[in-house]
T-cell receptor, first 111, second 110 residues
Framework: DTAVSQTPKYLVTQMGNDKSIKCEQNLGHDTMYWYKQDSKKFLKIMFSYNNKELIINETVPNRFSPKSPDKAHLNLHINSLELGDSAVYFC??????????FGQGTRLTVV | TQLLEQSPQFLSIQEGENLTVYCNSSSVFSSLQWYRQEPGEGPVLLVTVVTGGEVKKLKRLTFQFGDARKDSSLHITAAQPGDTGLYLCAGRNRDDKIIFGKGTRLHILP
């Protein structure tokens, strides 16, 4: 059973499109995150939600909008995709400040 | 902006050799974690260090947190091809944010 699962694993789309990445965790954690890992493998936090409430929102274009329908889900919607959005996006979860578990990542390629 | 500098960025050594990876910052962290990431996978936590000067061992891997909680090192003894991967350090700051280093890409040659 996958603890943190995100779909799709690969996403290739054209510039200007709108796309969503879904994330679900079955660990009962209260905090979920979205990270972006660029081509140089630099992992940077984008958003953090605790009990469905946004608690961290780093400097991310407002084309990126996270949505948390419940504690176990944190989806990422991206509008008007740009070439620079190409990266691997990781969903993660933790119980408070405890150990963080990462999903397998979604490799987004914008062409 | 808090930064975690990792060095070296790349390291390629022969099987059986020892190596050390460093993670340095000018900022204090309440805790520091080391992750290993393999291609196509998410990072997997190896260890969390919390106390200044703390040393933790995980088989052939030894992790140390600096006395001032600003730096950390990962030492691997007798490296094996299975140790190949991207090693990331991540520090938790006073705002409870986790800051990642840029990673050390380690390749162990058989």
């Amino acid at each position: 059973d996958t603890a943190v699962s995100q779909t799709p694993k690969y996403l290739v789309t054209q510039m200007g499109n709108d796309k969503s990445i879904k994330c679900e965790q079955n660990l009962g954690h209260d905090t979920m995150y979205w990270y972006k890992q660029d081509s140089k493998k630099f992992l940077k936090i984008m958003f953090s939600y605790n009990n469905k409430e946004l608690i961290i929102n780093e400097t991310v274009p407002n084309r990126f909008s996270p949505k948390s329908p419940d504690k176990a889900h944190l989806n990422l919607h991206i509008n008007s995709l740009e070439l620079g959005d190409s990266a691997v996006y990781f969903c993660a979860s933790s119980q408070g400040t405890g150990r963080t578990f990462f999903g397998q990542g979604t490799r987004l390629t914008v062409v | 902006t808090q930064l975690l500098e990792q060095s070296p960025q790349f390291l390629s050594i022969q099987e059986g050799e020892n190596l050390t990876v460093y993670c340095n910052s000018s900022s204090v962290f309440s805790s520091l974690q080391w992750y290993r990431q393999e291609p196509g996978e998410g990072p997997v936590l190896l260890v969390t260090v919390v106390t200044g000067g703390e040393v933790k061992k995980l088989k052939r891997l030894t992790f140390q947190f600096g006395d001032a909680r600003k730096d950390s090192s990962l030492h691997i003894t007798a490296a094996q091809p299975g140790d190949t991967g991207l090693y990331l350090c991540a520090g938790r700051n006073r705002d409870d944010k986790i800051i990642f280093g840029k990673g050390t890409r380690l390749h162990i040659l058989p």
